[in-house]
Each structure stands twice: as C-alpha cells, then as structure tokens.
C-alpha cells in the first residue's frame, strides 16, 4: 500500500524522521526515488535466463530500454566497443566480466519518468488503485481467482483471470508469507556479499570508462 508520486514526494520533503516509508512505497516501488542506474543484463538483478533464452532475454530488454527512451531518457543504451577488450583481459586472469547496457536517468528526473508511464496507462483506460493494501489471494479449483483488497479500512474481493504479484522490496516479507500459507513452492536467489576496496582512479579508470558500474564475477580459491 501507498501514496502517488506527487503524494510520496511532498511526504519525503517534509517528513524528517517520518519519511522512510515513502521511498520504498508508493507508485513506482522503491527506484522512483532512487539514483535511477539502469542494469540492462539479464545475468544482473537475478538471472533471467533461467526462465527464457538469451534472443528472448535481449528482446525483452530491448524493448524496455526503449519504453525508457520513449518517456524522456537519452538514448537508448549502448554496450562500448571496447568492452570485448576488456573481456578478453578477465578470461586471461581467471575472471568474468560481464558486459552491460547502463544508463543513468538521475534521481531528479527519475520520478517524472514514473509519471509519464502512469499517465500513457490512465489514457489507455488503466485504472491505477493507490493507498490501497493487497490483503491476500482468493483461489477456487486450485486457481487463482483476484485479490482481496483493503481500502478506507474496508475489505473487498477483486476477481481477476490473471494475477500478477509484484510486491516489490517493501512487500517482500508478504510475499513470503502468502507463499508459505498456500504452500506455494520457490527458491532463494543468490546472496550478493559486497566487499568495498578503494583504489586510486588511475587504477580503475581503463575499466570505468568502459562500465562506470562494472560487474566481475570472480570464484575465489579455497586456502
């Protein structure tokens, strides 16, 4: 449950202690009020290959990409040229470097960008319910069959064919709650341990100018 955009900023702005809520919930999750760097991979975030092929993956990307563009953000993103030189450096030293799409949309326009696809899904007859809590699942015949809604502190059902639940960072813990009430398979993802090492830019300059946000998958030896 949560507010609209406008509604999340002025609460943001004026919140003081009060305020963290709204940066995770609301229209648009957790990244409108983020810094907006766009990971365009299918191996970052989760691996999407799991689930579709590589030509599928990069389809599916592509056309995100593209929505980006299409509300406001510049130009569609690129994989540098001399980024196939830089993979062939890793694989000489035992490392994965995996090449990415990247831009970076700004936590000053992000929310914008959130607005416009908002607005283009009310015009085409989207109707967006907000400060609205999804309470739980209703399933007949082992299907899934809508929703169960909170709004204004009263309860209601929403039949629906086709349920998709996306409760984002802020819903994580629902989530996991409904699939263990109704006994709804899953798996962990992997744990991502970052470890910070600080280096002087000369060092790491030939890499970011390729990636300023490089990924290195590197399998360390056992001592």
């Excluded at 995100?64 to 980024?83: H, M, N, Q, W």
């Excluded at 949309?105 to 609205?132: H, Q, Y």
């Amino acid at each position: 449950m949560g507010e609209d955009v406008e509604e999340r900023k002025e609460k943001i702005k004026n919140g003081g202690d009060t305020a963290a809520p709204y940066y995770i919930q609301g229209m648009g999750g957790s990244g409108t009020f983020s810094d907006g760097k766009l990971n365009l991979s299918p191996e970052i975030g989760g691996n999407l290959l799991e689930f579709t092929s590589q030509s599928d993956a990069e389809r599916l990307i592509d056309y995100i990409d593209r929505l980006f563009t299409k509300y406001g953000v510049k130009k569609e993103a690129e994989i540098s040229p001399a980024a196939r030189e830089l993979i062939v450096k890793s694989i000489r030293n035992g490392i994965k470097y995996i090449p990415i799409k990247q831009k970076h949309i700004g936590s000053d326009f992000l929310p914008d960008v959130i607005i416009a696809m908002r607005e283009e899904l009310k015009n085409n007859g989207v109707e967006i319910l907000v400060k609205t809590r999804a309470k739980d699942i209703v399933i007949g015949g082992n299907k899934i069959k809508g929703i169960k809604i909170e709004k204004n502190g009263k309860e209601s059902e929403m039949p629906a064919n086709y349920v998709i639940i996306a409760p984002g960072r802020a819903g994580s813990r629902w989530l996991l709650d409904l699939a263990n009430k109704y006994s709804i398979p899953y798996v962990y993802g992997p744990l991502d341990i970052g470890v910070r090492i600080e280096t002087s830019n000369e060092i790491m300059q030939e890499v970011t100018s390729i990636n300023w946000d490089p990924k290195f998958h590197i399998r360390t030896k056992k001592v």
